[in-house]
């Protein structure tokens, strides 16, 4: 049986149910109370006897017996329904004394030591419904019933500060969300009660200026200077004697009010919401998903946070042993992706084998649409992998959400589906169709971040097919939709682009080329891409030299990242060791399926005809073949090494010349 218990107020228990446990007579009570006074460690048994009868009755003559009679009667209280000659659970013999093992949230008094702390960590609106909840556990002072015992003093009075210091930080929150006129009652009891407390005067006085009320703050501020005299023979401190003046010349500071109406009802919303939905809830898992789905687009700082809450709120669903519930956390994660290496493999790798043991946990009558998204989960985690997991993944979930005609859902499996189109290279017009499909579907259903991915994703394809003035409409249209809608990532991509734009048109020097790839090289800090960022701008760089015929820079300290292997050789080249060259050619992995795999395979090229690889020059003509009518690497929509066809002539010609 889960027994609760309270001590803010008269020391209480309740069962399971709710209903309170009879706790027999006063001795009784006093055993418990000592016992969570100690905070689940054991007191020994001599010491409960004298605690219960220091300076009051004589003992009786067998003191020690008669408390081991009092916890023999609390364990069947507390416990009715253990067996006989089995240990007790929650009030248990250690060594030479007894113990509460009570479980932290099952004691008011630490829940409400928890609550405080954590409100001095969170925003305003959460600590305010922190602090209102946690308040109302109170139901008198501290071991109301034990007011006169040695024993419970110390406590009595820790948690007695505790709560003062709580209806301040309470009433500092609700003059933060511009709620002055509800803060007045409370500190005016505070003041009343604790005229010694300074910021309980200092906080009163500043909700009555906030609330139009001058001449009563500034006698409030009067009243706290007498009776700190008075009583403690003190001025005031020099918080009070501030604002004081501060009053008197109307500072601006004192009424900073909430940031305009959308802040105060998300104040209100969000407060109320933490207010009336039970910590433990479900529903606030899935809340949660939502917000994360939110947060992911708002910049760098909101999707590092996304990502790294997401897996945990996985795991909070997978621990709570609901399958469905689990299905929906997971699948409620359907934030647009358009770039084809994921940030974070470890949690991909994590949340695609969360999304197959949930797939496969279902029951049968599971609805189809959480099937999907589970499927479009793991297809668009799963990229990069090489799986054939993916692609039929990817394929099963836009079948689902076809015969469902549920265009949110298509959406997601649409953005799975572009994300399993790098089998082969010179997929840019099957990618450009299903961007197409997301601009028209989103566009039609009002699903603002999907339509922008539809225009990144058709901007992509566009350059890949060097048609730029495509690509331009698309830029154009997903900056406008990123700040109407206010959405700072998409100008990553689109400023990127506009770089590539001027390497590859032609029309500036190289110089001016690099310093706008350095400028969107910028937009990346902070933008919480690490799956984009690193290596990128070298690796730009890199492909604009040879664009213009100029060998690749050999500094040491270029951080090319994850395609350093595909660098290496041409690095090695530009400082004349040709065997060196060709030894990490020999070593050269297979580029990553993705939108640079074009790209990779063709500075490959390069350097095999550089260093007459034959093997490496065959294999690249095969790879790239498909995509003859592409622009090397311009699929990406951030960099370029010119017309694929123009590296299969030169291969086509140096291994006819071989053979």
């Given at each position: 049986?889960?027994?609760?218990?309270?001590?803010?107020?008269?020391?209480?228990?309740?069962?399971?149910?709710?209903?309170?446990?009879?706790?027999?007579?006063?001795?009784?009570?006093?055993?418990?109370?000592?016992?969570?006074?100690?905070?689940?460690?054991?007191?020994?048994?001599?010491?409960?006897?004298?605690?219960?009868?220091?300076?009051?009755?004589?003992?009786?003559?067998?003191?020690?017996?008669?408390?081991?009679?009092?916890?023999?009667?609390?364990?069947?209280?507390?416990?009715?329904?253990?067996?006989?000659?089995?240990?007790?659970?929650?009030?248990?013999?250690e060594g030479p004394g007894y113990a509460l093992r009570a479980e932290p949230e099952a004691v008011d008094a630490w829940r409400f030591e928890r609550a405080v702390t954590a409100a001095g960590t969170l925003p305003d609106p959460h600590a305010l419904a922190r602090l209102e909840e946690a308040l109302g556990w109170w139901r008198g002072p501290a071991y109301a019933d034990f007011g006169e015992e040695i024993w419970a003093r110390a406590e009595r009075s820790r948690l007695g500060e505790l709560r003062l210091h709580a209806v301040e930080r309470r009433a500092a929150a609700q003059l933060a969300l511009g709620r002055a006129a509800e803060a007045v009652p409370?500190?005016?009891?505070?003041?009343?009660?604790?005229?010694?407390?300074?910021?309980?005067?200092?906080?009163?006085?500043?909700?009555?200026?906030?609330?139009?009320?001058?001449?009563?703050?500034?006698?409030?501020?009067?009243?706290?200077?007498?009776?700190?005299?008075?009583?403690?023979?003190?001025?005031?401190?020099?918080?009070?004697?501030?604002?004081?003046?501060d009053i008197l010349d109307h500072a601006p500071h004192l009424d900073p009010g909430p940031g305009g109406p959308a802040e105060r009802v998300w104040a209100e919303a969000t407060a109320a919401y933490d207010r009336t939905v039970a910590s433990g809830a479900r529903a606030r898992l899935e809340s949660t998903v939502g917000l994360l789905r939110d947060l992911a687009v708002t910049g760098g700082g909101g999707l590092e946070a996304a990502r790294r809450h997401r897996l945990a709120a996985i795991t909070a669903a997978e621990e709570l042993g609901d399958t469905e519930l689990t299905a929906r956390v997971i699948g409620a994660y359907d934030v647009p992706a358009v770039w084809t290496r994921v940030d974070n493999p470890r949690q991909a790798a994590d949340t695609v084998a969360a999304a197959e043991h949930t797939l496969a946990a279902l029951p049968p009558d599971a609805h189809l649409a959480t099937r999907?998204?589970?499927?479009?989960?793991?297809?668009?985690?799963?990229?990069?992998?090489?799986?054939?997991?993916?692609?039929?993944?990817?394929?099963?979930?836009?079948?689902?959400?076809?015969?469902?005609n549920d265009p949110a859902l298509l959406a997601f499996a649409l953005n799975s589906l572009f994300m399993q189109t790098f089998h082969r290279a010179g997929l840019a017009p099957q990618r450009d169709a299903?961007?197409?499909?997301?601009?028209?579907?989103?566009?039609?259903?009002?699903?603002?971040?999907?339509?922008?991915?539809?225009?990144?994703?058709r901007l992509q394809s566009?350059?890949?097919?060097?048609?730029?003035?495509?690509?331009?409409?698309?830029?154009?249209?997903?900056?406008?939709?990123?700040?109407?809608?206010?959405?700072?990532?998409?100008?990553?991509?689109?400023?990127?682009?506009?770089?590539?734009?001027?390497?590859?048109?032609?029309?500036?020097?190289?110089?001016?080329?690099?310093?706008?790839?350095?400028?969107?090289?910028?937009?990346?800090?902070?933008?919480?891409?690490?799956?984009?960022?690193?290596?990128?701008?070298?690796?730009?760089?890199?492909?604009?030299?040879?664009?213009?015929?100029?060998?690749?820079?050999?500094?040491?300290?270029?951080?090319?990242?994850?395609?350093?292997?595909?660098?290496?050789?041409?690095?090695?080249?530009?400082?004349?060791?040709?065997?060196?060259?060709?030894?990490?050619?020999?070593?050269?992995?297979?580029?990553?399926?993705?939108?640079?795999?074009?790209?990779?395979?063709?500075?490959?090229?390069?350097?095999?005809?550089?260093?007459?690889?034959?093997?490496?020059?065959?294999?690249?003509?095969?790879?790239?073949?498909p995509a003859a009518a592409e622009l090397a690497g311009a699929g990406s929509g951030l960099l370029t090494l010119g017309p694929v066809a123009r590296y299969l002539d030169e291969l086509a010609v140096a291994l006819r010349g071989r053979g």
């Open positions: 049986m889960d027994v609760a218990f309270g001590v803010l107020g008269p020391v209480a228990a309740w069962d399971g149910a709710g209903d309170a446990i009879a706790l027999k007579g006063p001795r009784h009570r006093a055993v418990l109370a000592r016992l969570l006074v100690a905070r689940r460690r054991v007191v020994p048994v001599g010491r409960l006897a004298e605690d219960l009868w220091a300076g009051r009755d004589e003992p009786p003559g067998d003191a020690v017996g008669a408390v081991r009679t009092f916890v023999a009667a609390l364990r069947r209280a507390l416990e009715p329904e253990r067996p006989p000659r089995t240990p007790a659970r929650l009030l248990v013999t409370d500190l005016d009891a505070q003041v009343t009660e604790h005229p010694w407390r300074e910021d309980a005067w200092r906080l009163l006085a500043l909700a009555l200026y906030r609330t139009g009320r001058q001449g009563d703050a500034l006698a409030v501020l009067r009243r706290a200077r007498s009776l700190l005299v008075e009583q403690l023979g003190a001025d005031p401190g020099p918080a009070l004697r501030r604002l004081e003046a999907a998204r589970l499927l479009a989960t793991i297809a668009l985690e799963s990229r990069g992998t090489r799986s054939a997991r993916g692609p039929r993944a990817a394929r099963q979930a836009e079948d689902i959400a076809r015969r469902l299903i961007g197409a499909e997301l601009i028209a579907l989103s566009a039609r259903h009002g699903l603002v971040t999907h339509e922008v991915l539809g225009h990144l994703v566009r350059s890949a097919l060097a048609d730029f003035t495509g690509a331009d409409t698309h830029a154009t249209a997903a900056d406008r939709l990123a700040e109407r809608h206010e959405l700072p990532l998409v100008g990553v991509f689109t400023q990127w682009y506009r770089a590539l734009r001027l390497s590859e048109t032609g029309r500036a020097q190289v110089a001016a080329t690099e310093a706008a790839y350095r400028d969107a090289a910028r937009r990346l800090d902070g933008a919480g891409m690490p799956g984009l960022e690193r290596g990128l701008l070298p690796l730009a760089l890199l492909c604009l030299r040879l664009r213009h015929g100029q060998p690749a820079r050999t500094d040491e300290d270029i951080d090319w990242g994850p395609y350093e292997p595909w660098a290496r050789p041409l690095v090695l080249l530009a400082r004349d060791r040709p065997d060196d060259a060709r030894a990490a050619l020999r070593s050269l992995p297979e580029p990553p399926r993705d939108l640079l795999f074009e790209a990779l395979w063709c500075l490959a090229a390069r350097a095999a005809l550089a260093v007459d690889d034959r093997e490496t020059m065959e294999r690249a003509h095969t790879e790239l073949s």
